[in-house]
Each structure stands twice: as structure tokens, then as C-alpha cells.
């Protein structure tokens, strides 16, 4: 059990580390892209959220990225039927993880939920939140998020701000959401 949380931290820091070998100045709010490091060992299915200030610039509100990650997991296999001895082996698998970078005033106290056209389909957790990221947010998919997303319009994200009762909900188109994560899982 351990050792599963700190292969899940080494991946999610070692993850937020390598995020910034992207070049992030592709990314829109109108669509998901694919975007690959220089070796194209790594790539991200992302998009952003942004809304006008009261001077009408256009900031970035969040950023939402998906990486596939991978996981060890122990298995039982029989070895011998007739003595009924199995074997412990680890298996690799590989997993769609959903990364929110969500802004500095976030509560820290209410995870943020996720909806996809208005069905929620879980809860972030926080991991970090710092002036350059804002505050970053996580969680595991499977197959079922994953169709969700390529059939659905738009994924939301409801939030509580420090200090307000009222939750902030940012909202990411789905467009070519498929394309994006397509190239992902070709790796």
C-alpha cells in the first residue's frame, strides 16, 4: 500500500515536472491538441478555460491535460492447477490520468467535481498549488470517463472559492477531444 502511494507521487510530481518541457503557447480554448516534447516520447491531450478581465484581455482561468500514466499492479497466477500454487507477478498498466490547473483562490477544503454534459463522473484531488501553476488537481480515469469524453460536448468543473458559498464553475469544450487522446494511446 506504501509503496503504491509513492509510486503514484513520484509519477504525479515527476509528471508536473515534465510538463513544463512542453511548449504550451498551442494551446486553445476552442478545441483539445496533442502536444509532444521534442522527442515525441511523451505527448498530452489539453486544453484551457479563459474568460475577459475588466479590462476586456483574455487570461487563462485553467488548463485541463490528460497523460497516460502507468501503475504496477500484483497479480495471482496459477501456476499448477492439480497443486493449486499460483505465483506473484507484477503487471504494468497503463492509465489515463486528468490533470486541472485551477486558480490560486480555490478551497482547498472541497475537492472539485467533474461533469460531463451535467453527469459527474468524479472528484480531483489537490496535489499542489503554487504562483506558476495555481493550484493543480488530479484523478484516474477509465475506459467508461474516457468514451464520455469522446461522445460528449463539454466537460465542467465546479469549484470552491475561498471565502465564497457560491462554487465557480469552469467549463472545456470537448471539441476534438478524440483526435487529441488518439494520439496519446498511440505511444
Known amino acids: 500500500m506504501i509503496n503504491t502511494i509513492f509510486k ?24 483539445w491538441s496533442a502536444e509532444c516534447t521534442e522527442d515525441k516520447k511523451t505527448c498530452i491531450a489539453v486544453i484551457k478555460s479563459e474568460i475577459k478581465d475588466k479590462d476586456n ?32 507477478v507484477e503487471e504494468n498498466k497503463f492509465v489515463p ?3 486541472i490547473k485551477l486558480p490560486l483562490n480555490a478551497d482547498l477544503k472541497k475537492s472539485p467535481a467533474v461533469l460531463i454534459d451535467g453527469k459527474k463522473i468524479g472528484d480531483l484531488s489537490f496535489t499542489h498549488c503554487n504562483q506558476t501553476d495555481g493550484c493543480v488537481t488530479n484523478v484516474i480515469m477509465n475506459n467508461d470517463v474516457i468514451e464520455l469524453l469522446k461522445k460528449g460536448k463539454t466537460m465542467s468543473v465546479f ?3 475561498y471565502g465564497i458559498a457560491k462554487n465557480m ?12 487522446y488518439a494520439q496519446l494511446i498511440k505511444k
Open 169 to 180: 464553475k469552469i467549463e472545456f469544450p470537448l471539441k476534438n477531444f478524440s483526435k487529441s
Open 57 to 88: 484581455k483574455i487570461q487563462t482561468l485553467a488548463t485541463a491535460y490528460i497523460q497516460i500514466g502507468s501503475s504496477t499492479e500484483k497479480k495471482m497466477n496459477l501456476v499448477n492447477k492439480d497443486d493449486q500454487t499460483y505465483k506473484v
Open 8 to 31: 503514484n507521487i513520484f509519477f504525479v510530481s515527476s509528471f508536473l515536472i515534465y510538463l513544463t518541457t512542453y511548449s504550451l503557447s498551442e494551446i486553445t480554448s476552442k478545441a
Open 159 to 161: 469549484m470552491g472559492v
Open 97 to 99: 490520468v486528468l490533470f
